[in-house]
């Protein structure tokens, strides 16, 4: 295990110990972000297990983007004003989404590789979420800094994370077709992953630090 790995499993394991810590005093948002944290960390432990028994790990890797989106898009449709408008987005998208995830195991990537396609895919639909949110919450302000709100820090850890990254799930499979050095990319998924959990500790921290206010 290298040791940029540790790090990671570390952040998670950390807000994930964080969530667990104030888990009473946080929304239900902000608990399916914990449950989120624990899908994640699961996955990236498994994928290093996984082969080391002769199997495929990107089975895996579908079967997180299969769980992540709805995950993902409950956190956000809670933190919404117009829910109802949002809503029919999220249906449509889902949709779309997970037609497409059939088609691609069937045509274009079987489930013995890496699901970029399904990845991209998924990324344009999360940041269409996290520009609906930064857009709802730029029209209505609550009395409140940005930086004590915890969705502002999940909404730009995310943002972060899935426009740094999109290029490279985008061509990840063509790099690896035909060999072009990949540590690079390693590099970048790896640190703007750091700095995406890192964001959603700090939002788990904020939020439960408001609340916790707000009871005292």
């Given at each position: 295990?290298?040791?940029?790995?540790?790090?990671?499993?570390?952040?998670?394991?950390?807000?994930?110990?964080?969530g667990?810590?104030?888990y009473r005093k946080l929304n239900s948002a902000f608990k399916y972000l914990i449950i989120l944290l624990i899908c994640v960390l699961i996955t990236e432990v498994g994928s290093k297990i996984i082969p080391h028994y002769?199997?495929?790990?990107?089975p895996l890797y579908i079967l997180f983007s299969i769980l992540h989106y709805p995950i993902f898009s409950y956190i956000y449709y809670q933190f919404l004003s117009k829910k109802k408008d949002f809503k029919i987005h999220l249906?449509?998208?889902?949709?779309?989404?997970?037609?497409?995830v059939v088609l691609n195991i069937i045509?274009?990537?079987?489930?013995?590789?890496?699901?970029?396609?399904?990845?991209?895919?998924?990324?344009?639909?999360?940041?269409?979420?996290?520009?609906?949110?930064?857009?709802?919450?730029?029209?209505?302000?609550?009395?409140k800094p940005l930086t004590q709100q915890g969705?502002?820090?999940?909404?730009?850890g995310s943002l972060f994370?899935?426009?740094?990254?999109?290029?490279?799930?985008?061509?990840?499979?063509?790099?690896?077709?035909?060999?072009?050095?990949?540590?690079?990319a390693y590099f970048i998924l790896w640190l703007t992953n750091i700095i995406m959990y890192s964001c959603y500790l700090?939002?788990?921290?904020?939020?439960?630090k408001n609340k916790t206010k707000e009871i005292f």
């Open positions: 295990m290298s040791d940029k790995s540790k790090i990671l499993y570390l952040l998670l394991f950390l807000g994930i110990a964080v667990v810590f104030y002769g199997f495929n790990k990107n249906l449509v998208t889902a949709f779309l989404y997970y037609f497409f045509y274009l990537q079987p489930v013995t590789i890496f699901p970029s396609n399904i990845i991209l895919v998924e990324s344009v639909f999360i940041l269409s979420q996290i520009l609906y949110l930064f857009y709802d919450m730029l029209h209505h302000p609550i009395q969705m502002f820090w999940v909404n730009s994370f899935y426009s740094s990254t999109f290029i490279i799930f985008g061509f990840f499979n063509y790099f690896k077709k035909y060999q072009f050095e990949m540590n690079w700090i939002a788990i921290i904020v939020e439960g």
